[in-house]
């Protein structure tokens, strides 16, 4: 059986080295907002290309405060991709902002530039660009736009780790890059872990008091604050995998270069050019017969996952706050698309095997 994924095989190189970072966290008797706290925000920035980072709890937490800093009147609108996941729907609702949905690029599955401009109104207030699947949004465009109209840009690079467009870094465009280190993404920790980058001191100064109950001095509150700091242990972890991000980013691209030389046609693959560094996070082909194609796979040992069976706008969750949105273009990419195994632990001869199985059906 060939896996989608199996976190105890991901992380099976670097068990030594968290066992040494955990060591260490337990023997310091500091678990919260310390030194590697510290370390891997400073390291993070670094690698990203902007001048600070800020942990945080989860990726959801980071696209929430990243809209909170900014203390937008309740029921402003935030431009959003159509077919994203969820969370970065559910962060502009729990900041008491209005998500409008602009349907993605049918090619690259990022929100389509040419298609945000007619969604502004005098309510608009940001764009939330999505780099999903592991490829930066076209963000050459969407600065201009956001120049135009006063528009402040949260990335939503939950997918992104290390992914250039015109070699520049997802999470260095906008004003936030908002960051999930969930352990299943390229750079993930063993838990639940988050945070942002921006180039902006006030940003960050603001973000670590939200962070912490809105204090930057223990029990003096100047902020009605969250609780969501990314805590010492995973901090610890991130920096350990942090050290080998690009090696996972090269090899998840080598087995994405396995299946594009090698699909036949029949199947519609993640288009690549130049001016875009894709990690594939998730790689996504599309299939007019979708869950035959699943079930075939599976019965010739091939797990695959979908990624995302329902578009945001049809869940029940957003009944009345975004179900009146129609995107046809959305539709056709949650009926159609396919996730294939494409994890750190899989080699080129299990991509090489599932190509062969594909190209059967």
């Known amino acids: ?25 337990l023997q310091s008797g500091w678990f919260i907002l310390g030194k590697n706290v510290e370390a891997f925000e400073k390291e993070f920035s670094k690698y990203v290309g902007t001048s600070y980072c800020v942990g945080l709890a989860s990726g959801l937490d980071a696209l929430l405060l990243s809209l ?109 890059g908002a960051f999930s280190f969930y352990p299943t993404k390229n750079l993930g920790a063993l838990g639940d872990a988050g945070g942002i980058t921006t180039n902006a001191k006030e940003f960050a100064s603001k973000m670590k008091m939200l962070r912490n109950y809105g204090s930057n001095i223990k029990y003096y509150n100047e902020l009605p604050g969250y609780n969501s700091r990314l805590d010492e242990v995973q901090a610890g972890f991130l920096s350990v995998k942090l050290k080998k991000l690009d090696d996972i980013n090269k090899h998840k691209r080598k087995l994405a270069d396995i299946y594009i030389k090698n699909l036949k046609n029949d199947f519609i693959k993640p288009v690549v050019n130049t001016d875009y560094y894709d990690v594939f996070h998730i790689f996504a082909i599309r299939h007019p017969k979708r869950n035959q194609l699943k079930e075939y796979l599976l019965k010739n040992d091939i797990k695959t996952e979908i990624h995302y069976p329902l578009p945001p706008n049809k869940q029940k969750a957003m009944k009345g706050i975004c179900d009146h949105f129609n995107c046809p273009i959305s539709d056709e990419i949650h009926n159609t698309i396919l996730s294939l195994p494409i994890s750190y632990f899989h080699t080129l001869d299990d991509v090489s095997e599932i190509v062969e199985v594909l190209n059967k059906f």
């Open 68 to 176: 909170k800093v900014f203390e937008f009147p309740v029921n402003s609108e935030v431009i959003v991709p159509s077919n994203t996941y969820i969370a970065t729907i559910l962060a502009i609702i729990q900041a008491g902002l209005k998500p409008v949905l602009v349907e993605p690029d049918i090619k690259t599955y990022n929100i389509d530039p040419d298609k945000i401009e007619e969604k502004i109104t005098s309510h608009t207030v940001a764009i939330m660009p999505v780099h999903l699947y592991g490829k930066c949004a076209e963000m050459d465009k969407i600065i201009g736009i956001s120049k135009k109209y006063n528009l402040k840009i949260i990335e939503d690079c939950a997918q992104a780790h290390g992914a250039m467009f015109k070699n520049k870094k997802a999470g260095a465009f906008g004003d936030f």
């Open 1 to 25: 059986m060939i896996e989608y994924e199996n976190l105890l095989k991901l992380n099976e190189s670097f068990v030594s080295e968290f066992q040494k970072s955990f060591t260490s966290t």
